[in-house]
């Protein structure tokens, strides 16, 4: 636990009602979690002069470190000088160090201050400014009911400046030396976030308690967070992560480094590595597996054709699927997703195939196929695999939900998987 | 003034923390405005069962109505019914009708209730539930302090289902009679917000100030809504409406009657209407231009293939493209749009075809070709025009862009306009 109780109070009209969507307070947050600082509580309120005073007392009195965002522009609406200084009980009188800022700002741009810009001069009797490299407007450091405040622009621009610049090194001062933090971020796919937990529980429940678990949804995969505080438990955490591989084996996608790690992106990676190239032969799914490999930049070293074949005449005249099978077995069966992906393998010249064919609905099923069938066919010329699913739900979360399967399935074959994926009944 | 004082409370470690940034409060801000309610504060915790009770307490406290976001989940993170449950001293008990609709939920998917999903009908005794159409978490509806308050899911899908088609229709009965309020909601395509904005100001300066105009962007289109909230005002929208057609003209795609009104649903229907079926020829958008058309339920009505030529030998493989016209005047041209246009006609029997190729970046420009250059063919098989754009951005963004303008020219082909859209300079 940090000494320090963060609290965030955002103002704004805009803030509110819907016009502005707030990302000051994610970025705020990110750069005080590597001092080991959460926030605990975040508050937004119109721009209201009562509301945003009595806001600020209680918030005072909750936390010991308040940063308070908006409010410090030219406008009538911009409220945070005159509400802390009644919240603080001290006048409003020109502070000559912000008004010196303002002159400053001002002649750099060759720009003329009129009334309302010289209202930014006007803060609570004594308190400290907080210098602004770019923008108008001071910040203003005061404290309240032993609380530090931080007063800093809605501009997201000039927000990141006064954090990173002035607000985050003095917060480095006040802290003791710096814990030891790592996060390890897992990416899975093909467990679902309640069960993921349930088996963390059932076969990890010895894991020490110093290393903290965290699961994120982020459809289709779900990413596992483990954090460690100490040294000691970091180290102990490379030893459960072997443990942890064990468990989900290849339902664990791979680290995630920097952005994301996402299916396509694997599927990809292992091609680019193999030398290999992927081709698509697409009925229910019609064209977006090939659009979630081309989405890819350098899509164009492992993939150079799909095929859209959405109806029987097509996957007959442009994947040589013979009318027989068609007639035989229909369009969604074994025989046919197999005869796709010879064809296209055949057609296109890629090393690595896969196909789809199914029904999406909400029409075309029939009792043996009921909505949601599928029939996937994927690898190389040298072994075809085929699976069946039978996927409900809505037309998009049906295509989704192929078009993931798809490319974990050609992933597991890329990677010569030997585990069974949970989704395979 | 509203006789309702609403309130929001969200609650999540990914929303405080920064990783997600949240668009829910955004919103809900934006679906009850026009029943005259504005949202006076919102206040977003960490996972964290005290400080939940503690708040719930104290906002029930402050206002009548209080929309709780988040914490309905299966997993240990999800407090919002043990909090609620605490807060208004009520036992927790299984509900008989949440328990109804997750099995419910789960039969439709074949999927089977673990310990941690049936947890999600553990609720507050004798509480409401509000039905929810698509997810697994029911909503809460319960009233603490003479506060009507109502729990939603976080997951944004849902959330916006439960709030149109439950929270809001309850709200409505709870207001005073309704003032006679009509909504006009067009939907329009290839004038950015700011741009239709200002062609209102300049063209339809006279408008009276009785029709109230909003604007909603959402990429690609943009929605223009014209509110009136008397007998006369609504009379007199319809006099202007005629008017904002002949200035917007193709622009407007059409009337948004209940859900949404997108590109590929007006070529869809267009194709539909007049018995005509459509084919895609793909370069650098790999594919996403036929998987917008097969997103549609009944997409084997209009379209029977496409056509992923990613590589060079492919367009001359898969399409006919003459090696010649590759070789002469490249992958990115007039020539070899139009020959794949041609080569997808003929391939594929459809009546109507749209053939892209460009530089979707990051790599593969030329001092000739910069980044962003495309080309599109489109038309029928006896005429086929075309159209070069260069579009600036991401891959991704260029992808999009490119799709919605491929598809919009189609719909203005087979509407037959005589008007040139604002894209084409």
Redesign the interface.
């Known amino acids: 636990m940090s000494i320090i109780n963060l609290q965030l109070l955002l103002t704004g009209n805009e803030l ?8 000051n ?6 750069q005080v ?1 590597p001092l080991g600082i ?9 721009d209201n002069l009562t ?1 945003l005073i009595n ?1 600020i007392k209680i918030m005072s009195q909750q936390c010991n470190l308040l940063i308070i965002n908006g409010g410090l522009g030219p406008t009538s609406d911009d409220l945070t000088a005159e509400a802390l200084s009644i919240a603080a009980n001290l006048p409003l009188t020109e502070n000559p160090e912000a008004l010196l800022h303002l002159k400053s700002w001002a002649s750099k741009r060759m720009y003329t201050l009129d009334k309302a810009n010289l209202k930014q001069a006007v803060l609570p009797d004594k308190c400290n400014i907080i210098a602004n490299r770019t923008g108008s407007a001071v910040g203003i450091h005061i404290n309240i009911n032993d609380c530090d405040i931080f007063c800093t622009p809605g501009v997201p621009s000039e927000l990141k400046i006064m954090l990173n610049e002035e607000i985050i090194p003095y917060l480095k001062k006040q802290l003791p030396p710096q814990e030891f933090l790592h996060t390890t971020r897992l990416q899975t796919y093909g467990i679902g ?3 993921l ?2 088996i963390m529980q059932e076969h990890l429940a010895a894991l020490p308690t110093t290393i903290e678990i ?3 949804a982020n459809a289709p995969t779900v990413e596992l967070k483990l954090i460690t505080h100490t040294e000691a438990s970091y180290q102990l955490k490379t030893t459960w992560l072997k443990k942890i591989h064990q468990v989900l084996n290849d339902h664990i996608l791979g680290e995630i480094k920097t952005n994301d790690l996402t299916l396509p992106m694997c599927v990809y990676e292992q091609l680019l590595e193999k030398k290999l190239t992927i081709t ?1 032969a ?1 009925s ?8 979630k ?3 890819l ?4 070293q492992v ?9 029987n ?2 996957k007959n ?2 994947l040589s699927v013979p009318q027989t099978t068609l007639d035989k077995y229909g369009a969604v069966s074994k025989e046919t997703v197999l005869a796709m992906a010879k064809g296209a393998l055949s ?2 010249s890629a090393d690595i195939v896969i196909a789809v064919s199914g029904i ?5 099923a029939t009792v043996e196929k009921p909505l949601g069938t599928v029939w996937l066919a994927w690898g190389d010329s040298t072994t075809l695999h085929t699976q069946h699913f ?1 996927v ?5 979360y049906f ?1 989704k939900t192929v078009v993931a399967r798809g490319l974990d399935l050609v992933r597991r074959f890329l990677i010569k998987s030997s585990h069974s994926p949970l989704y395979i009944k």
Chains 1, 2 share one sequence.
């Open positions: 509110i009602n819907g016009d502005v969507i707030d990302t307070s994610a970025y705020i947050a990110k979690k959460d926030i605990a509580k975040r508050v937004t309120l119109a509301v806001e976030e309640s069960q937990q349930m965290g699961y994120r698509t697409e229910c799914t019609g064209g977006l597996l090939a659009s490999i081309t989405a930049a350098g899509a164009s993939f150079e054709a799909g095929y859209v074949t959405y109806s005449k097509m005249h442009m057609h296109s999406a609905g909400p029409t075309g039978v409900k739900g809505t037309r998009l295509q």
